[in-house]
């Protein structure tokens, strides 16, 4: 699947636990796989690495966030192309209240070393570059985020990440909004919302480590 060609594949993007107070996913009871139900270790359910891919082209989305269209039904789920074709190929869309997450099979999230020397002087750190591919290797999404060790870690001992995608995931603050005024209870009512709208989706993907 090509949804994008160059630097439209650039999303913006964000790791963080499951246990964030911007998305309070700690209450995970168990995985969906092929084998069947698989619970969790509770220490694990609340501390797992996940990824956030949130679309910067979306439809319905302007500088305000996502906007309803007029007229529009409470029960009709709006349609974006990019989430309806992750959805053929295996992804789940996410229901307003996460208990338990699919494995998503083929999908394969890919972090890659993308080394910025002036930023590393200046700062101490260095990036990564997250490719998401699904099942025929094509980049569905692709983001930066500052390397996380210990998120590393946590996601190359367990083999794989929560990966969420969608419009509205808390990542894209409201219109000249810091990002010290967009608190996390504000992030979390955003990707609330996004979930109950349908225009979420997201599942347990391969983690691939490149470093």
């Known amino acids: 699947m090509n949804r994008h060609q160059d630097e439209e594949l650039d999303d913006n993007g964000q790791i963080l636990f499951s ?16 084998d069947g139900a698989v619970p969790l270790d509770p220490a694990q359910a609340r501390r797992m690495p996940t990824a956030l ?11 305000f966030g996502y906007v309803v269209p ?10 974006e192309p990019q989430l309806e074709g992750a959805i053929l190929f295996g992804m789940r869309r996410l229901p307003p209240e996460v208990t338990v997450l699919c494995s998503i099979p083929g999908w394969e999230l890919h972090e890659i ?7 590393e002087q200046c700062y101490g750190y260095t990036y990564s ?9 094509e980049i569905y999404s692709r983001t930066w985020v500052a390397h996380d060790p210990e998120w590393a870690a946590a996601a190359l001992r367990l083999g794989y990440v929560i990966c969420l995608c969608g ?12 990002d010290a005024q967009h608190t996390p209870r504000m992030r979390y009512a955003s990707f609330r919302r996004g979930c109950a709208l349908g225009l979420n989706i997201g599942g347990l993907v391969t983690y691939v480590a490149h470093r």
């Open 19 to 34: 246990d964030d107070p911007a998305l309070r996913l700690g209450v995970l009871t168990g995985l969906e796989t092929a």
């Open 53 to 63: 891919f949130e679309f910067r082209h979306a439809v319905g989305v302007g500088y």
């Open 70 to 79: 007029a007229g529009a039904s409470p029960d009709e789920l709006p349609e």
């Open 113 to 119: 070393p993308d080394e910025q020397p002036k930023l």
């Open 129 to 137: 570059r997250l490719e998401l591919r699904t099942p025929d290797g």
């Open 167 to 178: 419009v509205e995931l808390g990542i894209r603050g409201p219109y000249a909004m810091s």
